[in-house]
């Protein structure tokens, strides 16, 4: 016999747990739910994209910069394909243990690395340029550890190529890594990370929009260890755009093999458009070595040079003008009508003011000069009267409406003013008058007048195209831009071209050495003092301190009757302007023909 026995207090409790436990488990399911409703529902596509990252990555591609042409179509600035190692931070936990493994292979230290991609992980998913340009040998060594290298990758990327080196080097520029206050401060339509490359100087910073080009983008999957597994699609990046100079570069060589190892300067314009056909400084540096990896030894031999490669000497060099000034101050001497140009001036080697002599460059003296053989021989004594004359003031003018002592406006970065003096400005520099010495010494381009080289070829293309001003021009494109018309009457014109021409073709001519008989050639020498006290025993001055030794200038125009090219040449502490830069200048100018008849019997041959 069964007995069932119930106990009524027992099946309640039960029924009261059986019902909290219902209860707990759909408040869990509901909890299950909710979070599933916000996952999948609210913020589906965070996560999606979350899981996506976890797999997939996008990484920029550089985009290949512009080229640079001389006016010929001669490539001076291209690119050319090259080995980087890449780092992805998100793909990197251990960055310490990263950088031990590759330091070694890329010579590097371990540090370095380490911050890099540490300052990386601001941006996780874009690439970092931990080494540029490395060697097929260091592409080998990382290509065999790569599996124990996760976020490690070696990237082709345009590389920019100088083709002649430090040949027009302060022209061009040259590329560097974007700093931090560069990405900081970018527009919003700008695209940089760290790491880009980015113009620095010259043309490569001035139109640095024109040449960058735009990234491409592309996609690859990875693996847990962020190795990468396949490329799942690319955008090709747009190259930049190419920029054509007015520089010829045959000519910027002929200048560079002139100056050779000294420290100068050579300038020469179209003087009808203000076209700049050489700008060439020297010493010079390879720009090349600014975007991949200085190291410190190679930083170190350039700013411990004592010649200062980096200065652009054409357009950065303020120099005294010394007898180059002398041509200012003969149109200073029109433009107020004091000037005779018939009017004979005596010269016995010396001019006097008061108790203060002022010597001649010919000790022995010039004898009676009127303006022509004045400026032929550069008689000292000729224009200390004239400067005397004038005054400062009158002087300062002309010099003013041919652009010195202001920018020439050339679209390149950090061009100096240089220095026209006045009465007004010595009173406010020094709280002091002026004196009428310095009149005299100021006529012949001492004193506190300081000049460019880029200066006295603008200001040398606009006296001889009859007083046309323009501002010199570096990019093909474009139209002249002309900044006032002084208007040079005809006759002082063929004045100052006459002066020129026989400083060159007469015999007593202080440019006499260059004369050639197969072209037109006219030109001033120029010799600035840069101390006194020194009187040299040789004839080389080679007996005085190089820093104490004179500036050489020589500027020459040809041919003398329509000039269609003005170059100027300086070199510093080189002496007399007509024995070192004359043939600097008659080269340039020689090499100017040469390329003109070769381009003619060019035209003829494909007319034939």
């Not at 080196?165 to 700093?179: A, K, T």
């Not at 021009?473 to 063929?494: F, N, S, T, W, Y």
């Amino acid at each position: 016999m069964t007995h069932n026995i119930t106990n009524p207090q027992l099946d309640e409790e039960l029924k009261k747990k059986s019902l909290y436990l219902i209860i707990f488990v759909l408040v869990l399911l509901g909890i299950l739910i909710m979070r599933l409703f916000v996952m999948q529902i609210i913020k589906g596509s965070y996560y999606e994209e979350l899981s996506e990252n976890n797999r997939i990555r996008i990484i920029s591609v550089p985009a290949a910069r512009g080229k640079i042409l001389d006016r010929t179509g001669v490539v001076l600035a291209d690119n050319r394909p090259a080995y980087n190692v890449m780092v992805l931070p998100e793909d990197i936990s251990n960055p310490k243990e990263i950088s031990e493994r590759l330091a070694p292979l890329l010579n590097k230290q371990p540090s370095e690395i380490q911050l890099a991609i540490m300052q990386g992980k601001s941006k996780p998913y874009d690439p970092l340029n931990v080494a540029r340009d490395i060697t097929f040998e260091q592409v080998a060594k990382i290509e065999t550890q790569i599996f124990n290298l996760p976020g490690v990758s070696i990237e082709t990327i345009p590389e920019r190529e100088y083709l002649y080196q430090s040949l027009g080097c302060h022209v061009l520029g040259f590329i560097g890594e974007i700093s931090k206050k560069q990405i900081e401060n970018q527009d919003d339509e700008d695209d940089y990370a760290p790491g880009d490359l980015i113009g620095k100087s010259g043309i490569e910073q001035v139109y640095e929009d024109t040449l960058r080009g735009d990234k491409g983008r592309r996609v690859f999957e990875v693996d847990a260890r962020g190795h990468r597994v396949k490329v799942l699609g690319e955008d090709e990046p747009a190259p930049g755009k190419d920029i054509k100079l007015t520089i010829d570069q045959g000519l910027q060589a002929i200048a560079s093999q002139g100056l050779g190892d000294r420290a100068g300067a050579v300038v020469a314009m179209a003087p009808t458009t203000g076209e700049v056909l050489v700008m060439e400084s020297t010493p010079g540096f390879d720009p090349a070595i600014f975007a991949t990896s200085m190291t410190a030894q190679q930083w170190k031999q350039i700013i411990d040079n004592p010649l200062h490669p980096l200065e652009n000497r054409s357009m950065r060099g303020a120099y005294p003008p010394g007898s180059v000034m002398k041509i200012v101050t003969t149109l200073a001497g029109f433009h107020t009508g004091i000037l005779d140009p018939d009017a004979r001036v005596f010269c016995p080697g010396f001019y006097k003011i008061g108790n203060m002599t002022f010597h001649c460059w010919q000790s022995h003296g010039h004898g009676n000069l009127d303006l022509v053989n004045a400026i032929a021989q550069s008689c000292d004594v000729y224009f200390y009267t004239l400067g005397r004359a004038l005054g400062i003031d009158n002087i300062a003018v002309t010099g003013f409406q041919l652009g010195l002592g202001v920018k020439t406006g050339i679209a390149l970065p950090d061009e100096l003013p240089g220095l026209m003096p006045t009465k007004k400005w010595k009173r406010q520099r020094f709280h002091q008058p002026w004196h009428p010495g310095e009149d005299v010494i100021s006529a012949i381009g001492q004193g506190y007048t300081l000049v460019t080289p880029l200066q006295v070829a603008r200001a040398m293309s606009a006296i001889v195209n009859g007083g046309k001003v323009y501002t010199p021009k570096i990019l093909m494109e474009g139209e002249p831009v002309m900044v006032r018309d002084i208007a040079i009457p005809q006759h002082q014109l063929d004045l100052i071209k006459a002066g020129l021409k026989n400083a060159v073709e007469n015999p007593r001519g202080t440019g006499h050495a260059i004369y050639d008989p197969h072209f037109s050639i006219g030109g001033k020498t120029g010799t600035a003092q840069v101390a006194r006290g020194y009187t040299s025993k040789r004839p080389d001055e080679s007996d005085i301190p190089y820093k104490f030794r004179d500036h050489a200038w020589f500027f020459g125009i040809s041919p003398v009757e329509k000039p269609e090219i003005v170059v100027v040449a300086l070199v510093e502490h080189a002496g007399h302007g007509g024995s070192v830069c004359a043939p600097i200048v008659k080269d340039v100018i020689e090499g100017y023909y040469l390329k003109k008849e070769a381009s003619r019997e060019q035209i003829r041959q494909n007319n034939r």
